[in-house]
Structure formats: C-alpha cells, structure tokens
C-alpha cells in the first residue's frame, strides 16, 4: 500500500438513483421529484443523491428518498430479512448506470434501486426537490406518452429499465404480492398484474391459476366485502418466491 497513489486516478462520484413503484387508482405509478437545482433545473428526476463518504448504497438510497420525498420504504441494513421493509415494501438493487457523459457536472456513477410498495401515501418534496409526485406510467410510455415529459440525466432509461424489470419478474416470482396490503383478495391481485402489465385478465382464468400454483397464497381465514357484492375470501403472500408454472405475460 505504500506506493498506492490515489491521485493517479481521476476522482468521480457516487449517487443512488430510485425507482420507486406503486399502484394507485389501479394504476402503476411511479414516484417523481422537480429538480430545485442545476443541472437540470425545473426538470422531472427520480429521487436520489449523492452518497456520503460514511454510508453505504442502501443508507444512502434511505436517507435520499426520506429527505426528497417524505417517504420512509426502506429499513437499515439487517434489521429485516434481504427485500423486506418495515410498511412490506420490496427493495432490490436495480442496475448500475455510468457513461461517462450521462452527468454535466462531473464523471459520476449512479446505483439505481428499485422500491415496490401498496398504497404509498402522497409525497412531499423536500433536499433539493421543489415538487413531487406519483406519474402514471402510461403517461411516460406508450402511445399515450406526453412528449414534454422528458427526465433529467439518464432517468428515462432508467425508469424503463425499473418497469420492466417490474414486469417481468412478477410472471416467475411472487413479486406481485409486494403491491397489496398484508390481506388482499384475488381480485386485487389480479387489479395489481393488470396495472403492471397494462393488459386486462379474465378473472375465471386467473383466479385458477393464482390459486392452483404452490406456495404463492395462502387463505387468511377472512373474508372482506371492501369490493362490493359478495364476500370476497382474503389471502396473504406464500412462502413461495419463484412460481412453478409462471404467470405468463399476455402478448400485446
């Protein structure tokens, strides 16, 4: 170590960058603040930051999304089990962006996060957020996409690089269940695959398959009538965290 130099090596920084996705008014949302500061001053961002030279990624990914938006999704490291968070939002490690250009201001490498969580309340802008807000993912893709929204740095990609991992990973994993309450109906997890998915399910067909495949629910012993109509029978997440067989996408 003695003929170390660290000055031979060009500096750059670290930031952590947030995917945070929920579903509203069966809706996939997903969480956005108003840049306050240059560069990209007035612009739509993801959450996130610069880490400190005393935290780790995930530290930093908690305290960036607790100070920009008011929102608490994630716990300290160890006090859950891996993916787990206090309010039973699913946390993951998304991606790693670095092209060289992707920052003005200084050569710097972004570790994206992925958040899933239920009923997310609304949020408050906070750091260097003047606003924020949750954006109905149709608005920012698609053919309903609204062409002036138009992300700071390489935030655009990395939504959509969320999204879809999103999407994805709920037709081999259990994932899907990290958008409902601790007790949720059929009918609410399927509301949750069509959201994410943008497609619409026959409920005779899901209904058979959520419940046919091993270990993705469990009865609860309740039932609810928050739907309407008949009671409804409650279920709660399996052990199960890949599904054998998997819940195909519908092709579009």
Same mark, same amino acid.
């Given at each position: 170590?003695?003929?170390?130099?660290?000055?031979?090596?060009?500096?750059?920084?670290?930031?952590?960058?947030?995917?945070?996705?929920?579903?509203?008014?069966?809706?996939?949302?997903?969480?956005?603040?108003?840049?306050?500061?240059?560069?990209?001053?007035?612009?739509? =961002?993801?959450?996130?930051?610069?880490?400190?030279?005393?935290?780790?990624?995930?530290?930093?990914?908690?305290?960036?999304?607790?100070?920009?938006?008011?929102?608490?999704?994630?716990?300290?490291?160890?006090?859950?089990?891996?993916?787990?968070?206090?309010?039973?939002?699913?946390?993951?490690?998304?991606?790693?962006?670095?092209?060289?250009?992707?920052?003005?201001?200084?050569?710097?490498?972004?570790?994206?996060?992925?958040?899933? =969580?239920?009923?997310?309340?609304?949020?408050?802008?906070?750091?260097?957020?003047?606003?924020?807000?949750?954006?109905?993912?149709?608005?920012?893709?698609?053919?309903?996409?609204?062409?002036?929204?138009?992300?700071?740095?390489?935030?655009?990609?990395?939504?959509?690089?969320?999204?879809?991992?999103?999407?994805?990973?709920?037709?081999?994993?259990?994932?899907?269940?990290?958008?409902?309450?601790?007790?949720?109906?059929?009918?609410?997890?399927?509301?949750?695959?069509?959201?994410?998915?943008?497609?619409?399910?026959?409920?005779?067909?899901?209904?058979?398959?959520?419940?046919?495949?091993?270990?993705?629910?469990?009865?609860?012993?309740?039932?609810?009538?928050?739907?309407?109509?008949?009671? =409804?029978?409650?279920?709660?997440?399996?052990?199960?965290?890949?599904?054998?067989?998997?819940?195909?996408?519908?092709?579009?």
């Amino acid at each position: 170590m003695s003929r170390y130099d660290p000055s031979a090596f060009p500096p750059f920084a670290v930031t952590v960058d947030l995917v945070v996705l929920t579903v509203r008014d069966h809706e996939l949302c997903a969480l956005l603040v108003k840049r306050g500061e240059a560069p990209f001053q007035g612009y739509w =961002a993801l959450p996130g930051g610069f880490v400190r030279l005393d935290e780790g990624l995930a530290e930093a990914a908690s305290r960036e999304l607790a100070e920009e938006t008011g929102l608490r999704a994630q716990s300290l490291p160890g006090s859950l089990p891996v993916g787990q968070t206090p309010a039973g939002a699913h946390l993951e490690q998304l991606a790693t962006y670095g092209h060289p250009q992707r920052d003005p201001r200084m050569r710097v490498v972004s570790v994206a996060y992925l958040v899933l =969580a239920p009923d997310l309340p609304s949020p408050r802008a906070g750091g260097d957020a003047s606003s924020a807000r949750w954006a109905p993912v149709r608005e920012l893709f698609g053919e309903e996409r609204n062409d002036g929204v138009l992300l700071a740095f390489d935030h655009g990609q990395i939504l959509a690089d969320g999204v879809e991992r999103a999407r994805s990973k709920i037709e081999y994993s259990s994932l899907a269940t990290a958008f409902c309450p601790p007790e949720f109906t059929v009918g609410e997890l399927r509301r949750v695959y069509e959201a994410v998915w943008g497609v619409v399910l026959d409920p005779r067909n899901f209904h058979r398959k959520v419940t046919g495949t091993p270990g993705f629910l469990l009865p609860s012993g309740g039932t609810t009538t928050r739907q309407g109509g008949r009671p =409804a029978q409650l279920f709660k997440a399996g052990g199960a965290t890949v599904l054998n067989p998997p819940m195909l996408r519908p092709e579009s």
